[in-house]
């Protein structure tokens, strides 16, 4: 494993630390990388005032002019079409983005990549695309996050390890109280007001993983398994 290949598994292994994604960005200016470098830093450096109601600070706007500057450039669009999204060779009008703050959002056809902290994390796509795509996506960045486009309320999660559990992949399956209205399933009595709101319906199962790298290699059929779960939990009033 070369420097720069250990330096990004310390980011995958631990997606939520700042200071490994600060230490690949510099490593990245300094071997001829400088725009990968300069987008990583400045979405760790955006990110850092999501919450913030009222922001003056420059370094937030300057992170989001080089967020800006990298997107329009084409480089998100291009590392998303590495994974095998659109085509080939991938030309400045096959794709659109979007930002919010840190959260850099590009589509080429179907298939959006979210762009979060300066790297890749989150795809929303339909549930043939998922399949296809994340061994792929998840060995290359470190993906927290998919929303299933033709199935509504249906995500994967990626959860990194903590105290209770190791890796681990999540589908959840969540139905609204607005679909219940729409479809009739709840139909509030007009002399019964309702007291208190309609909690959604959520069904969800998961699979752990010793570690990343098992988690990589069995994505795939694993997450196959966990729709079988659900749709048996869930059974045929919402099919998936």
Request: aromatic share 10%; with cysteine.
């Amino acid at each position: 494993m070369n420097e720069r290949s250990a330096l990004f598994a310390n980011v995958l292994e631990n997606p939520s630390d700042d200071t490994a994604r600060l230490v690949l960005a510099d490593w990245l200016d300094e071997h001829g990388e400088d725009v990968f470098g300069r987008f990583l830093r400045a979405g760790v450096t955006a990110s850092r005032f999501r919450d913030e109601a009222l922001i003056d600070d420059p370094d937030y706007y300057s992170a989001l002019g080089d967020l800006a500057a990298v997107t329009t450039s084409g480089w998100p669009a291009y590392w998303l079409s590495e994974l095998g999204v659109g085509p080939r060779p991938l030309n400045f009008g096959d794709w659109v983005w979007d930002n919010t703050a840190d959260r850099v959002t590009v589509r080429i056809g179907s298939v959006s990549g979210v762009f979060a902290r300066g790297l890749l994390s989150e795809l929303i796509a339909p549930l043939a695309d998922w399949y296809e795509l994340i061994p792929l996506a998840l060995a290359a960045w470190p993906l927290e996050r998919a929303e299933i486009t033709n199935a509504e309320g249906l995500v994967f999660s990626i959860e990194a390890p903590a105290i209770d559990h190791p890796w681990r992949l999540m589908a959840t399956f969540t139905v609204s109280p607005r679909r219940h209205r729409r479809r009739g399933a709840l139909q509030p009595n007009p002399e019964e007001p309702l007291r208190r709101p309609i909690a959604p319906m959520r069904w969800d199962c998961h699979h752990t993983f010793p570690n990343r790298t098992d988690l990589v290699q069995h994505v795939g059929p694993v997450s196959m398994e966990l729709m079988d779960q659900l749709r048996d939990a869930v059974g045929p009033e919402w099919p998936l």
